[in-house]
């Protein structure tokens, strides 16, 4: 196993604890490390904002708590829930009486445990809405996007919650605002090799050396199709086209693009296919008001990217404009 | 070769174009896209600050051009050095009238090629300066110091150089501040992998499976001993030792601390390495002023990490502090 750790079973509370030194000032933790909130916590007239999720795709999950995006975080084990008491544990320490917004991905487990948070929360006097982020379009097709697995659009889910909360806006304007922005959020995802979770000690799945899979997760779920490693243009052609059948932006729209990499290809890569996306949309018409290039919602050290459209209109791209602040992402 | 890549040889030109198309606002180039530079070059009243090298480190050297850094980058094609012309040409576009300080790491194609372009600068009444980074401990003993390569301490060195730069300090006072900085910066990095040159179409060189090398450089360079791969524990002791040993820092010193991954290696196992830095420097009663966790300097997928720690003065500190803002490095 070619990783940089100690024991298999420590990796999580060993980042965890190096994660609260390194950020002090930022993060924070009640009784368990594996419960990340804001310092300031709770914040006096705001919704409070939650995610969790396994471990292994930093800056996903908690990389997004601070200024400007998300209160707090349960977090699980690699590509593991958080356990409901561990959601329970961060709603009560961010929930200033407004009340608080859930924000994860779809997964089985997590929205098993979320929801099980929410209703011990609501015998508790917290109000909880709940928002699933299902924005993979490789994972299911448009007549059942409700199974759609949740990737690296959870990221703009975050950034627009965060702005919407921080105008001291409703529980329920939050959550509508978050809906809104993920009905205009697609992504699909390329991985070329695997990633090795610390305690099998192997990698999850084997792809060739010249092979990759178009629409994997991020968990190495299966994708649309296994097949020959293609060039930078066809990757991105395929990708970008898959994502416009299914969002249909037309000419003038403005969208938001996040070209993200899984773990292991070099942000050179990264930008050679946002070029292609660039000149794609171009030729359509199709502005793209703010790229994001970069490491955004990883799968460890898993060779690959995924590609993210985000359609805005004027009131989201004011909260997208918003600035925000925390140990993995600032934006001026 | 697993890279998502067009034409090998288009590698670098695409991948500048599209650098060009998501940062309209912060880069421009004159003549060739391989000379990137500020769009607000140049800047009256203020030293001109100049980078160069290969690519395939992202983000050095290009990503650190921006407000609070550098005004220009000479780029290379993948870890060749750019050439002289290239170098005038940044260092005629950002000269305000104060001069251009270069600042690059020690590497022989670089150091011919910069100095060749000093010397045509100075045909064209413009005053230039160098500064070389050598901060590589794993390249040479301290004895032959003036030999060792230049890494991912750089990235300090242009932050120190960019707030010196932005107080309105001359061209002296800018150099000798960065020369202060480097003399008190040392690095050491550990690579798992290999990385692979687009055109050259297969990796450098190969380490097995359970193998690793001790203070490799972010091209290959050899290091001070391949071996087996040991824990993250044993790994990160090793790498501080030997830069506690050429830095000397004693209890109550201040360092700002980098943990560099190369490429392939998640940002989580770059945590659990600080984790256990930040316990060392503790136990000697050393102080993390500021930490720096993440891809600095890369060797495009190359699995690995460097550690580099900067020994701080109130001066430094001040420096340090200072905001910067460029399209891959945002500090508030």
């Known amino acids: 196993m070619k990783k940089i750790i100690n024991q298999p079973a420590e990796f999580v509370p060993e980042l965890l604890e190096a994660l609260f030194k390194a950020h002090p000032d930022q993060l924070s933790y009640q009784d368990d490390v594996h419960s990340v909130v804001r310092t300031d916590s709770p914040i006096k007239g705001k919704v409070g904002l939650a995610t969790g999720g396994g471990s292994g795709h930093l800056p996903v999950f908690l990389g997004y708590v601070g200024t400007g995006m998300l209160d707090g975080c349960a977090v699980g084990d690699v590509f593991q829930s958080p356990s409901a008491e561990q959601i329970l544990s961060i709603t009560k320490r961010i929930d200033s009486g407004k009340g ?18 929410a209703e011990m929360a609501e015998m508790d006097d917290i109000q909880v809405r709940t928002v699933l982020v299902k924005d993979d379009v490789a994972s299911a097709p448009p007549e059942e996007a409700a199974r759609r697995r949740g990737v690296a659009g959870m990221v703009f889910a975050f950034k627009i919650a965060g702005a919407k909360a921080d105008q001291g806006a409703s529980l329920d304007e939050v959550a509508a605002a978050t809906e809104k922005a993920l009905a205009n959020i697609r992504t699909m995802g390329v991985a070329l090799s695997s990633c090795t979770v610390p305690v099998v000690g192997k ?16 968990h190495g779920e299966r994708g649309m199709k296994r097949e020959k490693l293609q060039t930078a243009d066809e990757i991105t052609e395929r990708m970008t086209d898959a994502i416009l059948a299914d969002l249909q932006p037309g000419a003038g729209d403005r969208l938001a693009v996040m070209i993200n990499g899984l773990g292991a290809t070099p942000l050179e890569e990264l930008y050679v296919m946002y070029g292609k996306v660039h000149e794609i949309l171009a030729e359509k018409g199709i502005i793209v008001y703010r790229p994001y290039i970069g490491e955004f ?4 050290e898993m060779a690959g990217a995924s590609f993210t459209f985000f359609k805005l209109d004027d009131e989201l791209i004011e909260l997208l404009d918003a600035p925000a602040h925390t140990p993995f992402f600032t934006q001026l």
Request: charged share 15%.
């Open 100 to 117: 608080v917004l859930y924000i994860y991905g779809n997964y089985g487990g997590d929205v098993m445990n979320f929801d099980m948070s």
């Open 203 to 218: 990698p999850t799945f084997s792809i060739g050396d010249k092979e990759m899979e178009i629409g994997m997760g991020i």
């Open 297 to 300: 919602a990883t799968s460890m």
